[in-house]
T-cell receptor
Framework: KAGVTQTPRYLIKTRGQQVTLSCSPISGHRSVSWYQQTPGQGLQFLFEYFSETQRNKGNFPGRFSGRQFSNSRSEMNVSTLELGDSALYLC?????????????FGPGTRLLVL | AQSVTQLGSHVSVSEGALVLLRCNYSSSVPPYLFWYVQYPNQGLQLLLKYTSAATLVKGINGFEAEFKKSETSFHLTKPSAHMSDAAEYFCAVSDLRGNKLVFGAGTILRVKS
């Protein structure tokens, strides 16, 4: 069974731009969670989607948003990029119901904001 | 609110020596606890998890962890370190309300030959 895939793997943007990251979960998994990893703040939870609905949300500004499609694939969008948004963005999938389930992580998308 | 504290941002052991990575948690509800490993430029790989069954949990690659409620700890151990164990290790806690993982700051394990 294929693992969690994330595209693109690397991305360079400039301040003020927006970016969309994509995550394809393991087949059969209905929950997708997103995490931000930075040297200063560590691993922080952004949000979780289950069956196309946001089920959990972390403490990030509204510039960070996401969505999930009917095939469970998920996208994360960051608008008006700031230098501090430079990070590794990790996506994790799980069966999702009932929680908590083991989450399987993708390789991440490394975003650099200049 | 749940939280995780990992004692020691860096741990160095000799090859063949015992590995002990410390994790203490804070949770107002029965926790679910996880250990993940991250190799450079990769995502997180699950080592083991505790979900209120046996308190001694065995994971992959010879790792195990013991849940001690009285000490609110979930330390990770491996009897004999291998060079391939060099990586960053994260302890995480979750609860029944959803798939939100709260991670510790991580411990970088160095294995000396």
């Amino acid at each position: 069974k294929a693992g969690v895939t994330q595209t693109p793997r690397y991305l360079i943007k400039t301040r003020g731009q927006q970016v969309t990251l994509s995550c394809s979960p393991i087949s059969g998994h209905r929950s997708v969670s997103w995490y931000q990893q930075t040297p200063g703040q560590g691993l922080q939870f952004l949000f979780e989607y289950f069956s196309e609905t946001q089920r959990n949300k972390g403490n990030f500004p509204g510039r960070f948003s996401g969505r999930q499609f009917s095939n469970s694939r998920s996208e994360m969008n960051v608008s008006t990029l700031e230098l501090g948004d430079s990070a590794l963005y990790l996506c994790a999938s799980s069966l999702g119901d009932p929680p908590p389930e083991t989450q399987y992580f993708g390789p991440g998308t490394r975003l650099l904001v200049l | 609110a749940q939280s995780v504290t990992q004692l020691g941002s860096h741990v160095s052991v000799s090859e063949g020596a015992l590995v002990l990575l410390r994790c203490n948690y804070s949770s107002s509800v029965p926790p679910y606890l996880f250990w993940y490993v991250q190799y450079p430029n990769q995502g997180l790989q699950l080592l083991l998890k505790y979900t209120s069954a046996a308190t001694l949990v065995k994971g992959i690659n010879g790792f195990e962890a013991e849940f001690k409620k009285s000490e609110t700890s979930f330390h990770l151990t491996k009897p004999s370190a291998h060079m391939s164990d060099a990586a960053e290790y994260f302890c995480a806690v979750s609860d029944l309300r959803g798939n939100k993982l709260v991670f510790g700051a991580g411990t970088i394990l160095r294995v000396k030959s």
